[in-house]
C-alpha cells in the first residue's frame, strides 16, 4: 500500500489495463496492484460491459497511479506531464525510446513526449536541472537555447552550452 495520500488518476477510453501493462513494461519496480471491474450496477450511468475493466490501480518504481475507463470524453493535454528524472544519458535514452513507441512525434520539444496514449512526459537529466540553477545567467541563458532546439535532450551538447564552447 502506497503511504502517499495524492495519486494520479489517468482517464482512458477503454485502455487502462493496456496502458498499465505499457507503463509497467518500462519503468523498474513497477507492477499492477489492482484491476476492478465493471458490474451490472449502474450500468444504465457507466454503460461499460459487465466484467470489463474499471480500473487499473499500478505502481512506476514505487508512484501509485490510477488508470479508470471512464469513456470517450476527455483527452490528455499536455497542461499535465509527468517528469521522468534521470541520471544519465543513457536512461534519457531508455525512456524516451520506449514512450515515444507509437505516440506523437509532433509533440515532441525540450524532452516532452507524448506516449501512444496521449499523454505527455518530460524526461529530463537530472544534470539539466543542476545547470538550470547556477546563479551565472550567462550560463543558464546558453543552457536554455541549446535546450530549445532540442526534441530529446542531449546532455553533452547541454554540457557544452553550460561550458561555452
Not at 40 to 51: L, N, Q, W
Amino acid at each position: 500500500m502506497s503511504l502517499s495520500k495524492i495519486t494520479p488518476c489517468l482517464w482512458f477510453d477503454g485502455q487502462a489495463e493496456e496502458a498499465a501493462e505499457f507503463y509497467i513494461s518500462i519503468f523498474p519496480n513497477s507492477k499492477i496492484t489492482t484491476i476492478q471491474r465493471y458490474t451490472e450496477a449502474g450500468k444504465e450511468y457507466h454503460g461499460r460491459e459487465t466484467g470489463s475493466v474499471m480500473v487499473v490501480e499500478f505502481e512506476l518504481n514505487g508512484q501509485t497511479f490510477t488508470g479508470l475507463n471512464g469513456g470517450p470524453y476527455f483527452k490528455f493535454t499536455e497542461a499535465i506531464s509527468f517528469q521522468v528524472d534521470c541520471e544519465d544519458q543513457a536512461e534519457v535514452d531508455h525512456y524516451w525510446k520506449h514512450l515515444k513507441e507509437g505516440g506523437d512525434e509532433a509533440k515532441q520539444q525540450c524532452g516532452w513526449v507524448a506516449d501512444k496514449f496521449g499523454l505527455s512526459w518530460q524526461i529530463i537529466p537530472k544534470r539539466l536541472k543542476e545547470m538550470l540553477s547556477d546563479s551565472n545567467s550567462e550560463r543558464k541563458s546558453r543552457v536554455t537555447n541549446e535546450m530549445m532546439k532540442m526534441t530529446k535532450l542531449d546532455v553533452a551538447l547541454l554540457e557544452k552550452a553550460y561550458e561555452g564552447a
